[in-house]
């Protein structure tokens, strides 16, 4: 009687998870590829079966396995074994927990079986994908006062683990500013918003390079000061000084004198040679804003005049005269 051959599994299956099974030897990662944050600690997990009649006496970790070629034990390895810790056993679990990890250890990681036969070494490969990413916070160079902005805290790749992010401002936390989403959007944008922006993971110590937002706004708070003290009398100048709050700062400044419809002088200094309040206007490309006026009064010249005249039996009289004009 024949027996008819069942036909061949699909190659599928015989490959499993990543080809790392077979002849009763196997090894799962869970997941197979890996992002995580710079300076952070990474878990793989790992499960492993092995043939009947082996008993396992050694299990390691190696990196970067090479067919042929001798596998080196993580543990050993000055690079790694204050870092790595092997959280599996000698049964079934295999994972690892690696800490503080850099761009350095951007490797495959891969399990490795010994078992007390003479062909009882299995290595699971492919392994585990480690990429080791920073934060950048994306955002524009400036926004103008009142618009909406939106800043982005990104990474070369998508992190594993679920991500909670955490904005700061010149180093502060934005508590208010906690959640899944790695946009921050700042509504209706003041002057204070203005500032050096960071971002972070929740419960982890790394934190971005700072991006600076710059807020633009047209001049505020346009005043005018007087240089100088002491009366000003006529036929001097006294000098006007205008300054103002604005981002970009003003670029051009104008002087006008009350009850007057045409500017009087231009400048963020002005000369004034006549009685009379003035006030300054401040531009910038977002607006302008004129100040308060003030006022300038100039007084007459101080002159004194002695006169000689003839007094009683031939003395001299100096009469005193106070001119002021």
């Known amino acids: ?66 067919k042929g070629e001798e596998s080196l034990d993580l543990s050993e390895d000055p690079e790694y074994s204050q870092r790595l810790q092997y959280l599996g056993d000698t049964q079934q679990n295999c994972s690892i927990r690696l800490s503080h990890v850099t761009q350095k250890d951007e490797h495959m990681y891969c399990f490795r079986l010994i078992s007390d036969k003479p062909d009882g070494k299995w290595t699971g490969y492919p392994g585990v994908t480690l990429t080791v990413t920073d ?55 003041r002057r204070e918003d203005a500032g050096r922006y960071s971002c972070a993971l929740h419960g982890h110590s790394y934190i971005s390079p700072a991006a600076r937002l710059s807020v633009t706004y047209p001049p505020k708070n346009v005043s005018v000061s007087i240089n100088g003290s002491g009366e000003i009398v006529e036929g001097d100048s006294v000098t006007l000084s205008c300054s103002s709050d604005a981002n970009p700062p003003a670029l ?50 101080l002159v004194i005049l002695y006169i000689s005249v003839g007094g009683v039996c031939g003395a001299a009289v100096i009469i005193t005269i106070l001119l002021i004009w």
Request: charged share 15%; hydrophobic share 35%.
């Open 1 to 66: 009687m024949s027996v008819r051959m069942a036909p061949p599994l699909p190659l599928i299956f015989l490959i499993m998870i990543h080809g790392v099974s077979g002849a009763g030897w196997g090894v799962s990662y869970s997941p197979s590829h890996i992002c995580a944050l710079k300076n952070s600690s990474v878990i793989m997990s790992c499960t492993y079966t092995y043939p009947t009649g082996h008993q396992i006496m050694k299990v390691f970790w190696t990196k970067n396995n090479v």
């Open 135 to 189: 934060l950048q916070v994306e955002a524009p160079e400036r926004v103008t006062e009142g618009h909406n902005v939106s800043l982005t805290c990104n990474s070369s790749c998508t992190l594993t683990d679920r991500a909670t992010f955490i904005w700061y401002r010149n180093s502060q936390p934005l508590t208010e500013r906690r959640d899944g989403n790695n946009q921050l959007l700042l509504q209706s944008v």
């Open 252 to 301: 051009s400044f104008s002087w006008f004198k009350e009850n007057q419809s045409s500017a009087v002088g231009s400048g963020q200094s002005f000369s004034a040679l006549q009685s009379g309040r003035f006030y300054c206007e401040a531009h910038n490309q977002h607006g302008s804003q004129r100040s308060d006026a003030v006022t300038v009064t100039f007084k007459g010249r």
